[in-house]
């Protein structure tokens, strides 16, 4: 059983600060790890997507992985009202090439 | 381009009995996979498609059958639904070729079953 483990929030920052969230995973040999957002009543939309050690950027947003570790991370930084959603990580199965997920941790960002 | 379609988006339906629900994809993806959630569980896995031609069980199979019609077609079949089947489906699909495109989900039906 592959497990993917959330920090479980809710998490709620203030509008303009860093918002961190966090994701552990049991399955060694994964190589592709991945962000999801979810707005209340729709469907995942992925953000992020990393494989590689350290960090990856994309506008307000940071992915960091850690293999040693089994850690993925994802930052928002200045975070804004819109980004208050559900993240879902997930990571690729080394065995059966599919995604796992985890539960979620949700976040809001108040004005 | 309308990428992942999902019908329906809403039902609701009476202890025992059956529906279908449909889903289809424009990608050319050949990887098509079931989930359902509900609230604190997350996303989990009903069944799997690597291939056209191919499925496979996940997580919570039981109470499920589905169907690779072709390898745009992925459908799952509750043939007596049960209260516990009450959740949101999403149907996913994904290129297996390109680990790192992740997948692209429908839009969701939301079953009620009473």
Redesign the interface.
């Known amino acids: 059983q592959k497990e993917v483990e959330q920090n479980s929030g809710p998490l709620s920052v203030p509008e303009g600060a860093i918002a961190s969230l966090n994701c552990t995973y049991s399955d060694r040999g994964s190589?592709?790890f991945?962000w999801?957002r979810q707005y209340s009543g729709?469907?995942?939309?992925?953000i992020m997507?990393i494989?590689s050690n350290g960090d990856k950027e994309d506008g307000r947003f940071t992915a960091q992985l850690n293999k040693a570790s089994q850690y993925v991370s994802l930052l928002i930084r200045d975070s804004q009202p819109s980004d208050s959603a559900t993240y879902?990580c997930?990571v690729?199965s080394s065995t059966l090439?599919?995604?796992y997920?985890?539960?979620?941790t949700q976040l809001t960002v108040w004005p | 381009n309308a990428g992942v379609t999902q019908t329906p988006k809403f039902q609701v339906l009476k202890t025992g009995q059956s529906m279908t629900l449909q889903c289809a994809q424009d990608m050319n993806h050949n990887?098509m996979?079931w989930y359902r959630q509900d609230p604190?569980?997350?996303?989990r896995?009903i069944y799997?498609s690597?291939s056209e031609g191919t499925t496979d069980k996940g997580e919570v199979p039981n109470g499920y059958n589905v169907s690779r019609l072709n390898k745009r077609e992925f459908s799952l079949r509750l043939e007596s639904a049960a209260p516990s089947q009450t959740s949101v489906y999403?149907c996913a699909s994904s290129d297996?070729g390109i680990?790192?495109?992740?997948?692209?989900?429908?839009?969701?039906t939301r079953l009620t079953v009473v």
Do not use: D, I, N, V
Request: avoid cysteine; hydrophobic fraction near 35%; proline fraction near 5%.
């Open positions: 190589q592709s991945f999801y729709k469907s995942p939309e992925l997507s494989y879902l997930a690729m090439g599919r995604l997920f985890g539960r979620g | 990887s996979y604190g569980m997350g996303l896995l799997y690597a999403f297996q680990p790192l495109y992740g997948y692209t989900f429908g839009s969701g």
